[in-house]
C-alpha cells in the first residue's frame, strides 16, 4: 500500500499556523518542500547548505505567521527563502567565489543598471520603478523575470516550462532587459 500524504490547500495550511499546530510544517513541506529546495538550489548550488534554508525557512514560517496573514503562501515562502539562500550565498562568497544561477543572472540583469556616473540612487526609488516596469509586462514576460531574476530559474528550465526553446528564453529576456533600461531611462535613472 502507497502512503500518499494529502495536499492541503494554502488556507488550510496558513490556518494551521495560525492555530499553533505543527502538522502545518509537515503540510508547508508535502506541498512545497521541492519547490523551495529548487529555488535555494538556483542561488546555492549545494544540497546541504539548500537542505539548512528550508529548514530556515519552515522555522521562520512557524515564527512569523501569527502575526502575519499571508494571502499567498508560496510566493510568502518564496521571499523567505530567497532572503535566506541569498544571505547564505553572500556568507560563502565572501570566502570565494562560488559560481550560481544567482550570479550570472545579477550579471545579465546589472547591464541594465549599470551606471556610469558618480551618483547614488535611492534604493526605494529604483525598487518602486522595476516594480512598475514588471508589473507592465504582459503575463508571459513578467513570469520570465521573475523566474530568471528572483528565483534565478536558468534559461533551460524556464524554457522547459513555457515550452518553447532556450532561444526564445534568451530573446525574450533581452528584450525585457531593454526594456527595462527604456524605462529607468524614462524615469531619470540615467544608465
Same mark, same amino acid.
Given at each position: 500500500? !502507497?502512503?500518499?500524504?494529502?495536499?492541503?490547500?494554502?488556507?488550510? %495550511?496558513?490556518?494551521?499556523?495560525?492555530?499553533?499546530?505543527?502538522?502545518? %510544517?509537515? $503540510?508547508?513541506? =508535502?506541498?512545497?518542500g521541492g519547490y523551495l529546495f529548487t529555488v535555494a538550489y538556483n542561488i546555492l548550488h549545494d544540497p546541504l547548505d539548500c537542505e539548512e534554508?528550508?529548514?530556515?525557512?519552515?522555522?521562520?514560517?512557524?515564527? =512569523?505567521?501569527?502575526?502575519?496573514?499571508?494571502?499567498? *503562501?508560496?510566493?510568502?515562502?518564496?521571499?523567505? %527563502?530567497?532572503?535566506? /539562500? +541569498?544571505?547564505?550565498?553572500?556568507?560563502?562568497?565572501?570566502?570565494?567565489?562560488?559560481? /550560481?544561477?544567482? =550570479?550570472? @543572472?545579477?550579471?545579465? *540583469? /546589472?547591464?541594465?543598471?549599470? @551606471?556610469?556616473?558618480?551618483?547614488?540612487?535611492? =534604493?526605494?526609488?529604483? &525598487?518602486?520603478?522595476? @516594480?512598475?516596469? +514588471? $508589473? /507592465?509586462?504582459?503575463?508571459?514576460?513578467?513570469?520570465?523575470?521573475?523566474?530568471?531574476?528572483?528565483?534565478?530559474?536558468?534559461? &533551460?528550465? %524556464?524554457?522547459?516550462?513555457? &515550452?518553447? !526553446?532556450? @532561444? $526564445?528564453?534568451?530573446?525574450?529576456?533581452?528584450?525585457?532587459?531593454?526594456?527595462?533600461?527604456?524605462?529607468?531611462?524614462?524615469?531619470?535613472?540615467? *544608465?
Open positions: 500500500m !502507497t502512503n500518499h500524504k494529502r495536499i492541503r490547500p494554502d488556507h488550510e %495550511i496558513v490556518a494551521l499556523y495560525l492555530a499553533r499546530d505543527e502538522e502545518a %510544517i509537515a $503540510a508547508t513541506d =508535502t506541498k512545497y534554508c528550508r529548514n530556515d525557512t519552515y522555522l521562520k514560517t512557524w515564527c =512569523t505567521i501569527p502575526p502575519k496573514r499571508p494571502a499567498r *503562501l508560496q510566493a510568502y515562502l518564496t521571499r523567505i %527563502i530567497r532572503c535566506i /539562500s +541569498v544571505d547564505r550565498y553572500r556568507e560563502r562568497t565572501r570566502e570565494k567565489r562560488i559560481p /550560481s544561477d544567482m =550570479t550570472v @543572472s545579477l550579471e545579465e *540583469l /546589472s547591464e541594465s543598471l549599470a @551606471s556610469h556616473g558618480e551618483w547614488e540612487i535611492e =534604493t526605494a526609488e529604483l &525598487g518602486r520603478c522595476i @516594480s512598475d516596469y +514588471v $508589473a /507592465s509586462l504582459p503575463r508571459r514576460r513578467r513570469l520570465i523575470f521573475v523566474c530568471r531574476y528572483y528565483c534565478a530559474d536558468p534559461p &533551460g528550465r %524556464i524554457a522547459d516550462m513555457l &515550452g518553447v !526553446t532556450v @532561444s $526564445a528564453v534568451y530573446k525574450e529576456l533581452g528584450k525585457i532587459r531593454a526594456g527595462l533600461r527604456e524605462h529607468l531611462e524614462k524615469e531619470g535613472f540615467y *544608465l
